[in-house]
């Protein structure tokens, strides 16, 4: 007699077992990383990134602290950090080997030196059952799984087990592309994972998407379009050719335990567009453009998009923007708060491109935007940009309005010079009402808009800085 679904699939959680070679998805296995947990080895796969350093991304099955024994293969770390810096949240060197503490479930980086920098991402998910009801085809397990694509309708749940991968396949030439010439003079094709109108989708249970096989621009890994109560908790993205987990017009939706680490140009993290009621948690991202978008790519009559929670998120921002509203703004936003999250990186240039940011190129009005409790570990360039101005993003003639954003309680690392800028486009669209409050660098407040590196252009106005 078989077993039944739901307890197979609870014994795969309690470990998982190292891949096969032949069953590694994206680059292989790491030749840098080794890791071991509760006295076995644990594999690591080797990940492709922006920066091109040695990177490995292990997955680790538990609900409760762990402790693990990291090796960096033939080289001797001279430094070792653990990000972000959380209590419960450390590293002890013994020799060649490294004691990773954590304290539970999240996205943990280590970044160790040695010649040069080496980076291991470890995620932490605790073990989750698959719902009762579950269509056949929605349900993959351990293993590879080569899939054109899925489609989800009403009260339907995809389930990916924690050592299930999903790789997409490349478009057939049957398949008709959405758009047949982007910007880049790319096809696009239907997103791997999709809902159009439908109510009560989800996809759950921690399981990988590889998506190294698909040219650029080809597929969104995940999008919903008008959708109602969507919930994505535990999804792992590698190698994106475009945005990771979209929203277009969806009202009431959670995303949770959403990593991704994708190298190619425009592999957004999560992208909330015209978007009512949602909440990003708990997810980490790493991709070459924006970590946490909101946007309204669509004007009027399409919804305004409001009421967006992103908390406990951390990103390692490679080239855009980490946090923030960005560009496509052709509709009204508002009451959007950023809380609790880490910045462990950001090597964004200047321009659009900083770690927190709010940018009008259309003609839709920002308002009660808040940037709270966030912890900046590293700045290459500027910490804030809000501005109002065409891009090539933009596609209204009218420009809009920033009216009411606050940064409150800005912890920046020490060496860390903040530079906070504010240009509005003229005197009838300005940026207006932006308070800065409890602003710190290596643990002391920044007292003034002067050191806080403040510069704004006679657009905008009624800005203030508070100790």
């Known amino acids: 007699m078989k077993a039944p679904l739901h307890l197979l699939t609870a014994l795969l959680l309690t470990v ?53 024994e ?25 020799g060649d080997e490294l004691l990773i503490s954590l304290p539970g479930p999240g996205t943990w980086t280590v970044v160790a030196k040695a010649n040069h920098e080496y980076v291991l991402h470890i995620v932490v ?39 299930a991968v999903l790789r997409p396949r490349i478009p057939a030439a049957s398949e008709k592309p959405v758009v047949e010439k982007d910007w880049a003079g790319m096809k696009a094709w239907q997103p791997f994972i999709s809902a159009i109108g439908a109510k009560q989708v989800s996809i759950r249970g921690g399981g990988t998407i590889d998506l190294s096989g698909l040219p650029w621009h080809a597929r ?13 908790d535990g999804l792992t993205i590698i190698d994106a050719p475009t945005w990771g987990v979209a929203l277009f017009q969806c009202k009431t939706a959670l995303i949770r335990n959403v990593v991704n680490i994708s190298y190619r140009e425009n592999s957004d993290g999560i992208d909330l567009c015209n978007s009512r009621d949602v909440i990003v948690e708990d997810c980490f991202f790493r991709t070459n453009d924006d970590g946490v978008c909101v946007k309204t790519t669509a004007p009027p009559p399409a919804s305004i ?40 990186r950001d090597y964004s240039a200047d321009g659009e491109c900083c770690a927190l940011a709010v940018l009008v ?37 009218q420009r809009g309005h920033v009216n009411g954003v606050r940064f409150d309680q800005i912890e920046l690392a020490a060496g860390i010079q903040p530079r906070i800028r504010l240009e509005g486009f003229d005197d009838q669209h300005r940026i207006e009402s932006v308070r800065i409050s409890g602003l710190h660098r290596g643990g002391k407040p920044i007292p003034d808009a002067s050191a806080a590196g403040v510069a704004a252009n006679d657009f905008a106005s009624g800005i203030a800085v508070e100790p």
């Open 16 to 68: 998982l077992p190292p891949l096969k070679a032949a069953d590694v998805p994206g680059r292989g296995l790491s030749a840098e990383w080794s890791v071991a947990w509760k006295g076995g080895g644990v594999s690591v796969l080797a990940v492709k990134t922006l920066r091109d350093e040695p990177t490995g991304l292990v997955r680790i099955a538990s609900g409760e602290a762990v402790s693990l």
């Open 70 to 94: 990291v090796t960096l293969r033939g080289r001797t770390p001279r430094s070792v950090d653990v990000l972000p810096r959380k209590p419960g949240a450390s590293s002890a060197v013994n």
């Open 125 to 163: 998910q605790a073990p989750a059952k698959p719902p009762a009801i579950l269509r056949p085809e929605h349900f993959f397990g351990p293993g590879i799984h080569d899939v054109d694509t899925i489609s989800l309708r009403d009260g339907e749940a995809l389930w990916l087990d924690p050592a």
């Open 220 to 232: 969104h890994a995940a999008a919903f379009c008008r959708c109602k109560n969507v919930t994505v």
């Open 305 to 344: 998009a409001e009421n967006i929670l992103v908390r406990r998120v951390t990103v390692w921002n490679e080239r855009a923007r980490a946090l923030g509203i960005t560009s496509e703004t052709r509709n009204d936003i508002r009451n959007v708060r950023f809380t609790d999250c880490d910045v462990i």
């Open 361 to 397: 190129a259309d003609r839709g009005t920002m308002s009660d935007i808040v940037f709270e409790q966030i912890r900046i570990e590293h700045c290459q360039n500027t910490l804030a940009t809000l501005w109002i101005r065409p891009d090539v993003w933009g596609k209204d003639r």
